[in-house]
């Protein structure tokens, strides 16, 4: 009895706490997003990016955050959702990733505006 009672609880608590709740759309973004980083793919940024955002992403900057950010993540990492920020009819989105071959964190912030991508940094 005490184990079945242990095990529920135990459920519960993951599903309160070790859930990903963020929302569906921005996640599917994310998941893009950081794929495309990893495979070096600047057509993704492109296509899923508001109109000042596609102007700001150049090949030059792309290529160089890639450089800087791919290799890490290709490496293996893990990804964990943080929080939804919404402000002037934006939605800011925080993740936080651990990489697999050094401790090291970094906080992804997605920034979405009508669905589109306004920002996309890592800190």
Do not use: H
């Amino acid at each position: 009895m005490r184990r079945a009672v242990l095990g529920m609880l135990l459920f519960s608590l993951t599903c309160l706490w070790g859930a990903d709740e963020s929302p569906g759309e921005a996640k599917n973004i994310y998941g893009v997003l950081m794929q495309g980083i990893q495979d070096g793919d600047v057509s993704v940024f492109q296509e899923l990016g508001n109109e000042a955002f596609r102007k700001q992403m150049t090949l030059e900057l792309f290529q160089s955050s890639q450089a800087e950010i791919g290799k890490r993540l290709r490496d293996g990492y893990t990804s964990t959702y943080l929080g939804k920020i919404s402000k002037n009819s934006k939605d800011m989105f925080l993740w936080k990733i651990i990489a697999s071959k050094n401790t090291e964190q970094l906080l992804v912030t997605l920034i979405l505006e009508n669905n589109k991508v306004a920002a996309f940094y890592f800190q």
